[in-house]
Every structure is written in C-alpha cells, then in structure tokens.
C-alpha cells in the first residue's frame, strides 16, 4: 500500500540535507514571524479598541515627585495646584459653612 503524499513530509525529508546555516535561519524565521504576525494583530486590535472607545482628550497623571502632569494633545505639561478656598455663594444660604443639609421644619 503506497503512502498519500505530504508536502510537510517531503519538506522535512530536504529540511535535513540542507546546510546548517540555512536550518539555523529556518529555525530562526519561522518563530520571528510568529511573533511578529502577532504584534501586528494586537497592534490592530488595539487600534479597533481605541476607535471604539472614543479619543483622548486629556488625562491627568501623577508623576514619582508627586506632581500631576495633563496630557493634551500627545503633549505632557506639569499642573501646579495651588490651594484655594471657594467662598460660599450668597445665593445659596443653606451651603454655608456650619450649616447641616437636610429638610427644615
């Protein structure tokens, strides 16, 4: 009984009398491109993801020396806090300070 042809088998069979050079750059390409194809798949899906989710406008990040960085536009600037109070509005009597939220009677 005659074996059906395989075109892995009949490359195997000359993968062995091929140089060493040549099976070294064989086994070397075969994972790269793997590796590579898989890269360009999550770089595509990440792309999908993004346009799905919506752009960034801004973000606000807190560096190592704890200072909060805004990113506008592909740009990073540093954001200097500075502590302010805000007085009370003289419209809304019931929100100034010491007074309790809650219903009156």
Do not use: N
């Not at 360009?40 to 799905?52: E, Y």
């Not at 009370?88 to 009677?105: A, F, I, N, Q």
Request: hydrophobic share 50%.
């Amino acid at each position: 009984m005659e074996q059906p042809y395989s075109v892995l088998a009949d490359w195997l069979s000359k993968f062995h009398t091929w140089p060493e050079l040549i099976q070294a750059l064989w086994l070397v390409a075969v994972p790269v491109t793997l590796l590579g194809m898989t890269w360009l798949v999550m770089c595509g899906l990440r792309d999908i993801a993004a346009v799905l989710r919506g752009r960034l406008v801004y973000g606000v990040v807190e560096d190592m020396d704890v200072r909060l960085l805004l990113w506008r536009d592909g740009e990073v600037r540093a954001v200097e806090m500075r502590p302010t109070l805000i007085p009370p509005s003289p419209s809304s009597p019931g929100l100034s300070r010491g007074s309790v939220l809650g219903p009156t009677s």
